[in-house]
Each structure stands twice: as structure tokens, then as C-alpha cells.
């Protein structure tokens, strides 16, 4: 990134590796395809589609790739989950539907450098076999819609879509589809409820697998928007070199975007596992707010469980275990996993001891609650419970009793839903009520009602009301 200037203010931060963000921000850079072909895009696909769609799959496997919208599983790996003798069109749907509460870095790719996309979906349906692709965008990215639609209209019109792309035998449209908003189309059988034209219920898997079963019953492989983008890199290095940056298993880089009580929020795209929360925090991000201390940190978006600052965990390092503290977890996968949360969307969010955990989670519930669509009983009516309990806790009106409550209903949530919406309003509820149990019970006491941060200082909650 030696020879590439930044625009005031931008310039990343020296612990970065920028592949996917290289261009965000970049001095004299637009998302047109002139700009994007003069920087040495469309390379790989040409290079891509000279090679066999299974050479493709091969090197994206090599690379260890993991997918980047959340879950976290291997994305080679995934597209071999297409059954072997399909007969069926085969789809490629691309996950933007980006919802996830502390998340923003995908659609910095798409207003940025949408062609990169393109060039990654191109690259990824061909690897599957997919002649028709969509591009799933929440409705809340109007601006981000548009800049696509033109992006693919740019590609288009130099055939790089349509018939015969780049002078081969592959076909190939894209297509995108605005979502009307809605979290649970974050989940891909809810996305692809929403793409058919149908209310947004999960399906149940098995059997509705979409690698099998996806859009029109027939094969489809759905991967997020950071995902997508990493193929071209990863055929640009090939899939070796690229499993050398990051750590094993948690191989290449990834967008982090950390947000909440820190003197430099934003985005940095960091080597997997080669920062630890510490050094984020306090070298990438500046540190907290002046005279304030770390409370806690919910690592990978706001369905992730929560980390108190002062917890010791006990993890695998080589053949041995060691005890760490919240600081010193490096940020892949398998590590916040082992230490009882996940590295999920990548949506950090820094919490210091200003922060009532009473007025958090009931932010959190507030908005699971809104967001359930409504086809399990127990998440439907479940988390607006959990809403209602945290409201009384809030404003003093609630017993002690009541965050006992609180932990039973998120309990009989987790596991028995179709999807894992219910999980992701659960973890939030038994992970504050485990770390912060006193505080939330301090807190049915209405002399204790909860006080909350605002940007013009501390508010108590009835001032709000």
C-alpha cells in the first residue's frame, strides 16, 4: 500500500493488511469500471475463466477461506455441498442484506469499489456452475443499490455479463434484488424466501439445505459480500500464499468494525488472529475515552455473548494452555469461540464503565424484538417478553425475581427455533445476566434506575421518557 495515498485522515492504520478495503477511501478513486480496469481489475476473471470451474474451487479451499458474514465456515468447503449430479440451474446469491447491529463494513465495498464484487461473483459462479447471480440488498442502502445497478450496467455493456463473457463459452447475469429491510433476511433461507417473493420464514434444515434446496428448490450457494470479494485476491496470490497471512484456520484478513466508547471507531481489515482486542483497542483505536475504563466488549455484533473486561479464560496455545484476559484474545475464530463468544460479523462493539449493561441489553432487546418474524412461538413471543422484563428493569419497576425471568425466557428460546435468529436474541440475555447478574438485579430497585450514556452526557431514563 506503499504507493497508494489515502484521502486526509484515511490513511490505515500501520497494523492493517488492506486486500478487500485496499481501494476505500483511496485519493482520486470512483467506482466507475475505467477506474477499476486502470488499477488491474478484471484480471482475475479473465486469468479465472481460462482455468477449469474445479481449479477455482481447489485454490479457494486451499486458502482456508471462512466465510465472512458470521458463521464462519469454510467457503470452499461449501461449494462442494452441491449435489455431484445436478441437473438443476445452479444459483449464486450474494448477501448483502448486511443487518447485523455494529456492522458496516460491506457496504463500504459496494458504494466504493462495487466492481470488485462483480469481479468476485464472476469468479464464484463460475467455480459453481451458476449462470444467473443476485445481489441481495437491504433497502436501507438506497444509494449502495443504485451504485450496483450501474456498476453491472458498466460491466455489461463491455461484455463482462451476459453471453459469452470475456470471449468464453460462460454466461453469466447479475442481478440485484432490494430487500425491504428486515434482519432475519440475513439468514440465508429467509433470504431466499424474500428473493421468491414470499414473507421471509427460515425454512428448516435439513432438508432445505440450499446447496441442495435454495432458490426454486434448486441448488444455490449464498455467500456474504466480504466472501465474495476474497476469491479474487485468493486466485490473484493463489491459495497457499494467501493461507500464510492470518494464523491456521484462521487464514487471510477480515474487515473489523469497531464502534461504541473509543476515541477512533471505524473500520480496519487486519491479518485474522494477528491482533489481539488489546491491541485494537488501545493501539488501532487510540484507546478509550478520556478517564474512563474497559466494562466490557461484545466482539463480533450484538448476537454475539458479551465479554466482561476483567475475565480470565483458559485456551489451547500449541500443545499447551495458557490463561489470557480479554485484552490479550487475539481476534480469530476459534479463539473467541473458546473463550465462550464469537468472532460472528466482525461488528466490535467497546463498552466502558459509563455504560449501564441494564440500558445495553435492553437496547439489544428492543431490537430482536422488532426483528423476529414471527413463525417460532418461542422467539415470536419470547423476545418481546424479554423486551417487556428489561423495560421494568430500566425504569425501576421490575423485582429481583424478575431478572430470574428474564434468563428462563431467553433459556427456553435457544435451540428451539427453526432458525438461529433465536439464538442470536438469547446469548445476548444469558451471557449479560451471567457477567453482570448484581448490576441487573441492582438495578429492580428503582432508586437504581438506570442511567444512560448520551453525546450530550448522562441522562437518567425517566428524563427520557
Not at 31 to 48: I, V
Not at 354 to 375: D, K, P, T
Not at 439 to 452: I, K, Q, Y
Request: contains cysteine; negative net charge; charged residues 25%.
Amino acid at each position: 500500500m506503499a504507493d497508494i495515498k489515502y484521502r486526509k485522515g484515511k490513511t490505515p492504520h500501520k497494523r492493517e493488511y488492506r486486500l478487500i478495503f485496499r481501494n476505500i477511501d483511496r485519493e482520486g478513486w470512483d467506482p466507475s469500471l475505467a477506474t477499476y480496469e486502470a488499477d488491474g481489475g478484471y484480471q482475475m476473471a479473465k486469468k479465472g475463466l481460462a482455468m477449469q470451474p474445479g481449479e477455482i474451487t481447489d485454490e479457494v479451499k486451499a486458502s482456508g477461506l471462512r466465510g465472512r458474514g458470521g458463521a464462519g465456515f469454510p467457503t470452499g468447503v461449501k461449494w462442494t455441498f452441491i449435489p455431484p449430479h445436478n441437473t438443476k440451474p445452479v444459483y449464486l446469491i450474494c448477501n448483502c442484506d448486511e443487518s447485523e447491529p455494529g456492522t458496516f463494513k460491506d457496504r463500504y465495498i459496494v458504494h466504493q469499489d462495487p466492481h470488485q464484487l462483480i469481479e468476485g461473483m464472476i469468479l464464484s459462479s463460475y467455480a459453481v456452475g451458476a449462470h444467473v447471480a443476485y445481489i441481495y440488498i437491504r433497502e436501507e442502502f438506497p444509494e449502495g443499490a443504485r451504485i450496483l445497478e450501474t456498476a453491472i450496467a458498466e460491466a455489461r455493456e463491455k461484455s463482462y455479463l451476459g453471453k459469452g463473457i470475456f470471449g468464453s463459452d460462460f454466461d453469466l447475469e447479475i442481478y440485484v434484488h432490494r430487500g425491504a429491510g428486515a434482519y432475519i433476511c440475513g439468514e440465508e433461507t429467509g433470504l431466499i424466501e424474500s428473493l421468491e417473493g414470499k414473507r421471509p420464514y427460515p425454512r428448516i434444515k435439513p432438508p432445505y439445505f440450499p446447496a441442495a434446496l435454495g432458490l426454486y428448490m434448486s441448488p444455490t450457494i449464498v455467500n456474504n459480500v466480504e466472501s465474495l470479494c476474497h476469491v479474487k485476491h485468493i486466485l490473484e496470490m493463489g491459495g497457499e500464499a494467501y493461507a500464510r497471512l492470518g494464523t491456521p484456520r484462521n487464514t487471510g484478513t477480515r474487515i473489523l468494525c469497531v464502534s461504541g466508547d473509543i476515541k477512533k471507531p471505524g473500520y480496519f481489515e487486519v491479518e485474522v488472529g494477528k491482533v489481539t482486542l488489546g491491541e485494537l483497542i488501545y493501539d488501532i483505536c487510540g484507546g478509550l475515552k478520556e478517564g474512563r475504563k474497559l466494562k466490557a466488549v461484545i466482539p463480533g455484533g450484538s448476537s454475539a455473548k458479551v465479554l466482561r473486561a476483567d475475565e480470565r479464560f483458559i485456551i489451547n496455545q500449541g500443545d499447551e494452555k495458557v490463561e489470557i484476559g480479554v485484552e490479550d484474545i487475539p481476534m480469530d475464530f476459534d479463539t473467541l469461540m473458546a473463550c465462550g463468544s464469537m468472532a460472528g460479523s466482525g461488528g466490535v462493539i467497546i463498552m466502558d464503565d459509563s455504560r449501564s449493561m441494564s440500558w445495553v441489553l435492553n437496547n439489544i432487546n428492543h431490537f430482536y424484538a422488532h426483528e423476529s418474524c414471527g413463525q417460532c412461538t418461542p422467539c415470536r413471543e419470547g423476545t418481546l417478553w424479554m423486551q417487556k422484563i428489561t423495560d421494568r428493569i430500566t425504569n425501576g419497576s421490575a423485582s429481583p425475581e424478575d431478572v430470574e425471568t428474564l434468563k428462563s425466557v431467553a433459556d427456553n428460546i435457544e435451540g428451539k427455533t427453526i432458525c438461529a435468529f433465536g439464538e442470536a436474541a438469547s446469548w445476548p440475555v444469558q451471557s449479560f445476566i451471567a457477567k453482570f447478574h448484581d448490576e441487573l438485579v441492582a438495578d429492580t430497585d428503582e432508586a437504581n434506575a438506570d442511567s444512560v450514556v448520551t453525546p450530550e452526557g448522562m441522562l437518567a431514563t425517566a428524563d427520557l421518557k
